[in-house]
């Protein structure tokens, strides 16, 4: 059956079966936050998706659902149900809405599930079940005692255990030239660490400052905003380390000698922590002489030269000028001609 | 876990990461060999130097070969990225590197003495990103 229903508007909207996407996030290892934010909504949006309050939803977000929770569309949309009556209200009403109306309330992650995958589709309160006969264990409390004691114990070790795995799993930190001329292109780097040993997902956000652009990205990013470029990389982690690099320029008319903000933040897909932030340098500075000139003395030195590839070299497909980078370094120095917009390389 | 557990703990990793310490090769421990040169032929009109790069290997290498001023090249291989005759300095750059040996020669217009040229490598070492300076004489 078609899931499929456009809207008087014309938006194609499909019913989404919240029960199963609630267990193929689960079943990824992926919170709510992760996949709120690979989608672009709230966790109150997802919650009430997997709740379903709202199953009749836009497809462009079924979409990006499916992408989040690393599946296909046709594994989240219900195929047993016509589409439903109730559409989904616009977001930022249905937010505002929500948030004063207690019966609505975000579920919390870690929030047991509404439907299991092969249950009936009942919305039956608790209090229908029948009640359960009390535990035998319930009247040998030395039994239970000593079964509380080997829970708090093994909750003490798994606690610390985590905690120490997450004293550092995760960090980022860019490599960025502390000045770049207007209108010229320059690498950005950011390298992902992790001391976490089985693969995992995560989302890198870096926001660019309101007049530079970005240029390409290795691997492409995703953009998402665009005033200011906010640029946006779903990835996997399988080492220890994952390297997402972009180039980007400074718009021609950039006023000189003005510092620029870069900011950006990693989501991990299994913690609940909201982003961690990416470190290192982060400004950069307008200026007529060339990026990979770091002490801007109208030359490129060797020691200049050698840093440029090792911080940039190894990124295949990254084409940040290494020719021109390489004359200049040959040649006796340079210097801007800001009528051209070119750098003039002294012989 | 009690303090004295946690100190036992730190005390065994500090002689564990010791052992491992002592048991790391000199020159791992000094920080050379990763890169080194050695003239097979450093007289004469045919000048030849071989590099021999270890593991971790860094991406670039600059090499640079000093000649008597005024010195005429007829050949160079790979080719040089710069030759300023004025100072007798050849420079090549050498791009990404990996471990093995890298043979640079070069055929003069005329001999040269021995003792009469040098050679010197230039990296970035890639756990530190320290700059690398690294004479090498016939």
Redesign the interface.
Known sequence: MDSTKPLAGGVPMVNIDGARIRRIREEKGLTQLYVATVVGVTTDTISRWENRRYPNIKKENAVKLAEALETQVADIIDHGQPAAPVEEPPAQISEAVLKEEPALQPTAPEAPPVLEPDAPRTTAPPASHPPRPRPRIARQPVLRSALLLLAVAGLALFW?QNANDGENQVAALRTLPAHATPGVPFPVVIEVTTSASSPFSLILKETLPPDCMPAQGKPQFVFQESDPQVLKWIGKITGEHGVYSYLAKLRPDAKMASVRQFTGGVTVRSDDNPSIPVSGTDTLEASPFHWADSNSDGRID??E???V??TY??IEGLHFGKKQI?EI??AKGYRWNPETRSYEILQ | MTAEKIHARAMGLFFLALLLLLSLPGNLLAGAALVSGQYLSGAGQDIQLRITVASPSPTTLIVIQNLPIGTMIEAATPSFNQYDANKGEVKWLLTKVSPGSYMVTLRLQRAVASGAISGEIRYKEPASGRMINLPIRP
């Open positions: 610390w060797d020691e030269l050698l840093s590839y090792e070299g190894g390489e370094w040959a």
